[in-house]
């Protein structure tokens, strides 16, 4: 029988720690890694140039910035879900995204993911915190979703089978859609299932993204029913190239054989099955398939140049084996977005299960003889069908049947979208029970038409943007902390010059001056105004000072004015406000990399070398970040030491 039961997993982890309390006005960190730059846009595929252009992000609102971990680890228990049967045992995080740590196939005693031994944020997801291992849930946009490291609900729910099933789900609010991940094991079967909907509630379309990357050991060769592949790296290029051999006779389908981080999208044909393996040098692997709305596929690889092998130890342990990501997604590439018309849904099946090939044949310089034979075994444990018949008496019997036990609690913002919509959402619920501190002023503007104001001397709750809460706010009494959400819903509509006149009101009348003051300082430096942005910076970081806004504030402000005064060539003024930040947030490795900065632009090169050769880590260095090496490469022409190279590309 198949069962369902929670568990405790312990695990080395770095506590996330808390947001960052400043709005995510600008646009993601690290966005332009993925970009594609206008020569190459316009020699692609039109369909796929318009997936590529559609409704890029402007900021990452109304989800905050999580920045507030560091890399020291302690033992940590972890609350999970185990799904098992006779053949399989899925270990699922539900407070960490869902993530399925672990997929242990007992006839053989594999492991079939990539199994991270410790829990290491790093700022990979779009909001930051994000961590390494096992099979995850992207939705949202081109990137690691922002609940990388947020919890969702979880509940038994009645699979097809009749048997137990996990239904994972949440509000994604980048693009404010629900989904649901339900996963089961039927009696017997050597394969995970997962049943995945995203649905738009709105009358509006909106563009939808989904990605479901699965970590896998390097030492594979990764297989997918295609000829060609779209090669995307950290030089923003998009080049369609043959697989497995380059050029320049490199096998592409290993991992091992890359220089450099790359991602290869394989050009899937019109109507071949859907899938994607890993196999080891004995055969043995993981393979993923899916019904055809999953479409496309794709490897990524870190390749073995000193920027990648340093990131992947920065994401575990020293001394612990590489991964490689084997990825499913809706579109040919994870640059496209498709548009999901309003009231209208995606949804499909994916299953993950063991394979054993011929290494002779899935392992051999014949690319066609090799896909073949992966195929066939493929067919036999699970034929196609099977795969589609499954997702027919799932969709049709089981979506949308109620929990029956709830397992875990998300976030109340699905609660409160229900609240304001009044959307009927059969198999997810999301019950005002869910309600938190978070969403009760805005229950309240719902309930009353009053947004009210955070208590005496604290600092601003947490906004909402989408356009029937600007609609309240611009009709609700215009006091400071309203014009401070309603010029943020202003600014992530694109209406700039609105949400600077709603901040510019709010500040004549504000006691605590610094939220105002920040998004000020924003719409400055965006507008290319640098100098007086860095003032307004400084100015904030001096009110929460006098209002006492705590160490997680004067951190956040200190940090975007110091660097904000060093870039308009204030080191001066840089030193005066460094000296006011507390000793603790100093010592933290972001600190001591801005410090190596700031001595340079004092002159001061040997105490911005000695701070280097003192060692320092900054916890939330964005992925494809070089700014440590062009730090460093100002200093000496020595070559970059192996702890600060986290370079992506080609120098």
């Given at each position: ?120 944020p790093a700022a990979f997801a779009l909001n930051g915190a994000w961590f ?150 004995d055969g043995h692997g993981l393979v993923q398939t899916s019904t055809d ?258 160490e997680l504030v004067a951190a956040a402000l200190g940090r975007e004015a ?90």
């Open positions: 029988m198949t069962i369902v039961r929670r568990a405790v997993l312990t695990l080395p982890a770095a506590p996330l720690g808390p947001d960052n309390p400043l709005p995510a006005l600008r646009a993601p960190a690290g966005a332009g890694a993925h970009a594609v730059d206008a020569r190459t846009l316009a020699e692609l595929p039109r369909d796929m140039a318009r997936g590529i252009g559609r409704a890029p992000l402007r900021s990452l609102l109304p989800v905050p910035v999580r920045d507030g971990y560091g890399r020291e680890r302690t033992p940590v228990d972890l609350d999970t879900i185990v799904i098992e049967n006779d053949r399989l045992r899925a270990t699922v995080l539900p407070g960490l995204g869902g993530r399925v740590h672990s997929l242990h196939h007992k006839p053989t005693g594999r492991e079939l993911l990539y199994r991270n031994p410790v829990l290491q390494s291992g096992g099979i995850e849930w992207n939705i949202g946009a081109t990137g690691h979703t922002t609940l990388s490291c947020s919890p969702l609900h979880a509940a038994v729910v009645r699979a097809p089978d009749g048997g137990p099933m996990l239904r994972l789900w949440e509000w994604e609010r980048l693009r404010d859609l629900p989904f649901q991940v339900d996963l089961w094991l039927p009696e017997g079967s050597d394969f995970l299932y997962a049943g995945v909907r995203v649905r738009n509630p709105h009358e509006r379309p909106v563009p939808a993204y989904w990605w479901s990357n699965t970590a896998v050991p390097e030492e594979r060769r990764v297989l997918a029913p295609a000829d060609a592949a779209w090669h995307h790296g950290y030089e923003r290029g998009l080049n369609r190239l043959p697989v497995p051999v380059a050029e320049d006779g490199t096998d592409r389908s290993y991992p091992l054989n890359g220089t450099h981080a790359a991602d290869y999208f394989y050009d899937l044909p019109e109507g071949w099955r859907r899938w994607i393996a890993a196999l080891d040098a709305a999953l479409r496309g596929r794709k490897l990524f690889l870190w390749g073995t140049g000193r920027g990648g092998r340093r990131r992947q130890e920065w994401l575990t342990e020293p001394g612990t084996p590489g991964y490689a990501e084997i990825q499913a997604g809706l579109a040919r590439t994870q640059l496209e977005h498709l548009e999901l018309a309003g009231g209208a849904e995606f949804s499909w099946l994916e299953a993950y299960g063991p394979l054993a090939a011929d290494p002779a044949a899935a392992l051999g310089d014949d690319w066609a003889a090799a896909r073949a034979d992966v195929e066939a075994r493929l067919a036999a444990a699970l034929p196609r069908a099977d795969v589609d018949a499954a997702y027919t008496a799932w969709r049709e019997g089981a979506a949308d049947a109620g929990p029956e036990t709830v397992l875990a609690t998300g976030s109340g913002w699905g609660a409160l979208e229900v609240l304001r919509g009044g959307h009927e959402l059969p198999g997810t619920p999301f019950p005002e029970s869910t309600l938190g501190p978070d969403q009760e002023p805005w229950r309240e503007l719902l309930r009353t038409g009053v947004l009210p104001p955070p208590a005496k001397g604290a600092g601003p709750g947490a906004p909402l943007v989408a356009a029937p809460w600007r609609d309240m706010l611009e009709t609700a009494p215009a006091d400071p902390s309203t014009e401070y959400h309603l010029g943020i819903a202003q600014w992530h509509a694109g209406d700039r010059a609105q949400a600077v006149r709603s901040w510019e009101r709010g500040l004549h009348r504000a006691e605590v001056r610094w939220p105002l003051l920040y998004c000020l300082a924003v719409a400055d430096r965006e507008e290319g105004h640098p100098r007086r942005a860095a003032e307004r910076f400084a100015e904030a970081f001096a009110d929460q000072a006098d209002h006492d806004g705590g110091v660097e904000a005064l060093l870039a308009t060539g204030r080191p001066g003024p840089a030193r005066e406000l460094w000296a006011r930040l507390p000793d603790e947030v100093r010592e933290r490795g972001a600190f001591r990399f801005l410090e190596v900065r700031m001595l340079l632009a004092e002159g001061r090169t040997d105490g911005a070398r000695a701070v280097f050769d003192e060692g320092f880590e900054v916890a939330d260095l964005r992925e494809g970040a070089e700014v440590l090496g062009e730090v460093w490469a100002e200093l000496t022409d020595e070559p970059l030491p192996d702890a600060y190279e986290f370079r992506m590309r080609p120098s």
